[in-house]
C-alpha cells in the first residue's frame, strides 16, 4: 500500500505549493551517509488509492498530492502528503503526515506527526536532508529521538530505522522519517523524500506485507 494521494502538475510559482506546519517545535535531524548502492525503500505491494510522485532529473513540473486521511488494516493517518518540485540545477522533495498509526506483525507503531525533507543538486554535488517525528512510540512505550542518523531501535523479528538517510551512488539523497521492518512479514516507510541527480520522488507512507 502507497499512501499520498495522485499527484498533480500544480500550477504558478513553486512557493505557491502548499506546506504543512506541526504545532510542536520541530527537531531537524541532519547528515549524510555513505556513497553506495541503497534501496529508498519498498515499493507498494499494489496500486492503492494513492501513489507517489516522481519527477525526472531536469524537470521543472510541481508535483503535489494531499489526503484528508488514510484508514486500512494495516496503518491510519491524518493530512498525508507529498511533493516534489523540480528547478533547472537541483530537485526538492518532501512529505508529510500526522496521527500515524501503523501495524506490522502485531507491534504497533504511532507517532503524532512525521516529515521528511530532500533537497539535491543535479550534479551530485552534497545536498540537504532533513526528517522529523514527534510523539513516536512502539507498542505503547515512548521512544525517545537522539537526533543521530540511521537511529535504531529492536522489534520481535526485525528493526525500526529513525532518520533513515542513504547517498546513493550518483549523489541522490534518500530519507525517511522511520523505517520499520519485520523480516519476511512485513516493510514499511513513513514520509520518504528522494532528490539528486536519480530524479525525486516523496511519499508520506508504503507498507508492504508478504
Not at 488509492?49 to 531536469?58: E, I, L, Q, S, V
Not at 537541483?90 to 512529505?95: P, R, T
Not at 551530485?124 to 536532508?129: K, T, V
Not at 521492518?181 to 528522494?194: K, L, P
Amino acid at each position: 500500500m502507497d499512501f499520498c494521494g495522485t499527484l498533480r502538475a500544480v500550477g504558478g510559482p513553486a512557493g505557491m505549493a502548499r506546506t504543512h506546519q506541526s504545532s510542536n517545535p520541530r527537531r531537524h535531524h541532519r547528515g549524510s551517509a555513505h556513497r553506495g548502492s541503497a534501496d529508498p525503500g519498498p515499493g507498494p505491494s499494489h496500486d492503492g488509492p494513492g501513489r507517489r510522485g516522481n519527477a525526472r532529473a531536469g524537470s521543472l513540473d510541481s508535483l503535489y498530492s494531499e489526503l484528508d486521511s488514510i484508514s486500512t488494516s494495516l496503518v491510519s493517518a491524518e493530512v498525508p502528503s507529498a511533493r516534489v518540485i523540480g528547478y533547472a540545477d537541483q530537485i526538492a522533495s518532501d512529505s508529510y503526515l500526522s496521527s500515524l498509526n501503523l501495524t506490522i506483525a502485531g507491534i504497533a507503531i504511532a507517532a503524532a506527526s512525521a516529515e521528511a525533507a530532500a533537497r539535491g543538486p543535479l550534479d551530485g554535488s552534497p545536498g540537504d536532508a532533513t526528517s522529523y517525528i514527534s510523539g513516536l512510540s512502539i507498542n505503547g512505550v515512548e521512544v525517545p529521538i537522539d537526533g543521530t542518523v540511521n537511529q535504531t531501535v529492536a522489534i520481535p523479528g526485525g528493526q525500526v530505522v529513525i532518520n533513515e538517510q542513504q547517498v546513493l551512488s550518483d549523489g541522490t539523497l534518500v530519507v525517511n522519517a522511520l523505517h520499520a521492518t519485520v523480516s519476511g512479514v512485513a516493510d514499511a516507510v513513513v514520509a520518504s523524500a528522494t532528490a539528486g541527480p536519480s530524479g525525486g520522488n516523496a511519499s508520506a507512507v508504503q507498507a508492504t506485507t508478504y
